[in-house]
């Protein structure tokens, strides 16, 4: 089976979450991968060297250059002429172009797998996490996208891929690029950090937020998530938000600050290695997830716990 696989990058650099849909993909055959973008060489280079790429295809182009996925989209659904499967990591920008993909070579979506059972037969979430289903699919090219959290990363050294040019498809004029605003951070990014300090509705403010949940993941160099009731609320960010509609994350360490363990907030950290809850009701459901429990005032714990570090 040959398999393409969308790789994402941005600012020149290709990004983490590339390396689990490049595994998933290698449990189905050989691995090509799709660069798109404008002035995109650098990136080519990083992904020929992934473990077990064996080929690169590159569409540099004006067109491509903010990878709208109107312009991205029928590209690939071009370049599927070549290939049985298409690979996208299930993030924002997975998310916005496999589907298109997926409609314009006219089958279905296999959504965020969890693990590749056979070539057409796969598991995926169902009902924010609580049950997983088996899908079989009969499509005669698959359209899938892939948690990162269920599959190990790929090397990014070690392969040698070749590279090849493909033509862009050029500027479909659906949609325009009109500005962006990207939250810069010295922290690691939520998706593959190995801590993660996420605070709750509990934080009252977004100055009480920044205040006692910052210095914490600062001084264990953690990244910041947060519940969308923080969110919601104003507190935090929109990318800070961890859950079913926000980012599924499984670290090796989760603190949840005054966050109750709505399931759907379970949903997107449930598979971390060691989840450390931090809140005043001993029966908030969070603690029958957690490894680590403090029953406790967040306001006079955090301080504490920030300061003991
Ligand atoms: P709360 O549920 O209000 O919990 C606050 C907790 O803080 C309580 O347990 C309380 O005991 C504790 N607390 C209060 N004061 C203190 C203190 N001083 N010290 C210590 N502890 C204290 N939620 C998400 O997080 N992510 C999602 O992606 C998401 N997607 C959703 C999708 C849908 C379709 C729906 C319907 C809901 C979704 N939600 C999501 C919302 C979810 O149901 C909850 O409402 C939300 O997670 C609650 O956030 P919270 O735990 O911060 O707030």
Known sequence: MKTLVLVEHEGGQLKDATLAAVTAASKLGDV???VAGSGVGGV?????????????????????????????????????ADYDAFLAPATTTGKNVAPRVAALLDVMQ????????????????????????????????????VRGTAFEKAALEGG?????????????????????????????ELTSANIIVSGGRALGSSEQ???????????LGAAVGASRAAVDAG????????????KIVAPEVYIA??????????????????????????DAPIFQVADIGLVGDLFKIVPELTEKL
Request: no cysteine; proline share 3%; glycine share 8%.
């Open 32 to 34: 090509s991968l799709i």
């Open 44 to 80: 080519a280079e990083q992904a020929a060297k992934i473990a077990g790429v064996t080929r690169v295809e590159v569409a540099d182009d004006a067109s491509l250059e903010h990878g709208l996925a109107e312009n991205v989209a029928p590209l690939i659904a071009e370049r599927m």
């Open 110 to 145: 296999i959504s965020d797998i969890l693990s590749v059972e056979a070539q057409d037969t796969f598991t995926r979430p169902i009902y924010a996490g609580n049950a997983i289903a088996t899908v079989k699919s009969a499509d005669a090219k698959k359209v899938i996208t």
């Open 160 to 188: 040698s891929a070749e590279v090849a040019q493909v033509g862009g498809s050029g500027d479909k004029g659906l949609s325009s690029f009109v500005g962006q605003e990207v939250a810069h951070s010295e922290r690691p």
């Open 209 to 219: 937020f920044h205040a006692l949940i910052d210095p914490l993941a600062d001084k």
């Open 235 to 246: 507190y935090a960010p929109n990318d800070y938000q961890v859950g079913q509609t926000g």
């Open 257 to 282: 600050v005054g966050i109750s363990g709505a399931i759907q907030h379970l949903a997107g950290m449930k598979d971390s290695k060691t989840i450390v809850a931090i809140n005043k009701d001993e």
